[in-house]
Structure formats: structure tokens, C-alpha cells
């Protein structure tokens, strides 16, 4: 099983700041990764596929990048609905997630 | 709109059984590989089962292959899963989640989501 190690746990930033999360695969997985974000009580919602590319919709302040084992998501300037969880999922092998990285308001 | 609303979560019994349904609307559900997605109280995200637009391609994780059925009946534009056995283990918000169509041969990524229903096993 491919394990998904996300960080920080929490990141703990205010509105208009950048924040940027980690998520690093047990081996490669190429680009094949995608990032959702979940508001509790809410549908995950895709942001991120492939390691780079964003989903229909998405604002440009989230963008992706990295390959093999490696990824980040940024979200260029935290607007009040971006504090949320959020999570990383790789296709290579089965389809697994990271156990989540929380965005709260500092 | 495309949508996807989850139902028949609830408490059973260890060892009970229940049968959980998603209605699909905004698309006709025959196009898309489907799948069932679970987190359990302060847990992460945990895929669960997957099946084929027709069918034919049936997979399970295995926490829960010999005990959980997936199935589909397009006519209706809904999803099912049947789950037998249920353990404490079992308690978790279940997600029916669609595959992200034309980019992946087989597993993908999940493009639209239900709000999930919740399924508690305790006696």
C-alpha cells in the first residue's frame, strides 16, 4: 500500500496569507495526485489533479506542483472560506488519501 | 447541476446489515465509474469500493471485501451499497463519489461528491 504522510497536521494562518501544504508518497507515484479540500458537513471538493492541474472552477490561488514523492499545494492568499481540511490522494496504486492537513484561523 | 445525494445510513447492531443508496442527478450515472468513500470519526479518508459503468469491473479495499456488495442500476441513475458484518470499526460518514471522466484507464481521481451519510455499528 502506497502511505500518504501529509504536513503539517494543522496550519494555523490568517486571511490573506499564503499557506502551503505538504504531502509526501511511501514511493514514487509519478504525478498521479490530486488534493481535495473539505468544509465540515460538506462534499470534498476536487481542487488539484495530477499533481498541477486544477479542477473546473477552482480559483487560481490554489496551484500544485511536484512528482515522484514530493507535492505541495499552495493557496496563494487564504481567502475565509479556504480554513478547511485538506487532503492529498494518490491513483497509482489503489487510491489512497493522507490523513490531512487542517487549515485554521490564527 | 450535477449532484449526488447519499441515504439509508443509521445505528445497527454489530453483526447487522444495511444498505446504503445514492441518487444521481445532472448526469446520467451509465457514463461513470462510481465509488464509495468512507471516514470514520476523526479519521481520514478511506476508498472503499469502486464499480464500472457496466458493471464488469468490480473492486473492494480490504477491510471490507466478502462483507460489503457494490452495485448500480443505471435505469434508476443510482448507486448502492450493501453491508453485511458490520463491525464497530464499520462506523464511519459514507461518501459516493464519482470518478473524473476521460483522464484515467482505470483508477482516478473523485470529481463530485454527496455530502455522505452516516453509518454507526454499536450495540
Known amino acids: 500500500e502506497i502511505v500518504l504522510t501529509q504536513s503539517p497536521a494543522t496550519l494555523s494562518l490568517s486571511p490573506g496569507e499564503r499557506a502551503t501544504l505538504s504531502c509526501r508518497a511511501s514511493?514514487?507515484?509519478?504525478?498521479?495526485l490530486a488534493w481535495y479540500q473539505h468544509r465540515p458537513g460538506q462534499a470534498p471538493r476536487l481542487l488539484i489533479y495530477?499533481?498541477?492541474n486544477r479542477a473546473t472552477g477552482i480559483p487560481a490561488r490554489f496551484s500544485g506542483s511536484g512528482s515522484g514523492t514530493d507535492f505541495t499545494l499552495t493557496i496563494s492568499s487564504l481567502e475565509p472560506e479556504d480554513f478547511a481540511v485538506y487532503y492529498c490522494?494518490?491513483?497509482?496504486?489503489?487510491?489512497?488519501f493522507g490523513q490531512g492537513t487542517k487549515v485554521e484561523v490564527k | 447541476e450535477v449532484q449526488v445525494v447519499e441515504s439509508g445510513g443509521g445505528l445497527v447492531k454489530p453483526g447487522g446489515s444495511l444498505r446504503l443508496s445514492c441518487a444521481a442527478s445532472?448526469?446520467?450515472?451509465?457514463?461513470?465509474?462510481m465509488n464509495w468513500v468512507r471516514q470514520a470519526p476523526g479519521k481520514g479518508l478511506e476508498w472503499v469500493s469502486s464499480?464500472?459503468?457496466?458493471?464488469?469491473?468490480?473492486y473492494y479495499a480490504d477491510s471490507v471485501k466478502g462483507r460489503f456488495t457494490i452495485s448500480r442500476d443505471n435505469a434508476k441513475n443510482s448507486l448502492y451499497l450493501h453491508m453485511n458484518s458490520l463491525r464497530a470499526e464499520d462506523t464511519a460518514i459514507y461518501y459516493c463519489?464519482?470518478?473524473?471522466?476521460?483522464?484515467?484507464?482505470?483508477?482516478?481521481?473523485?470529481?463530485?461528491w454527496g455530502q455522505g451519510t452516516l453509518v454507526t455499528v454499536s450495540s
Open positions: 463519489a464519482r470518478d473524473l471522466p476521460g483522464l484515467c484507464a482505470t483508477d482516478c481521481y473523485f470529481d463530485y
Open positions: 445532472g448526469f446520467s450515472l451509465s457514463n461513470y465509474r
Open positions: 464499480i464500472s459503468s457496466a458493471s464488469d469491473y468490480i
Open positions: 514511493q514514487t507515484i509519478s504525478s498521479y
Open positions: 495530477d499533481a498541477s
Open positions: 490522494q494518490q491513483r497509482t496504486h489503489w487510491r489512497t
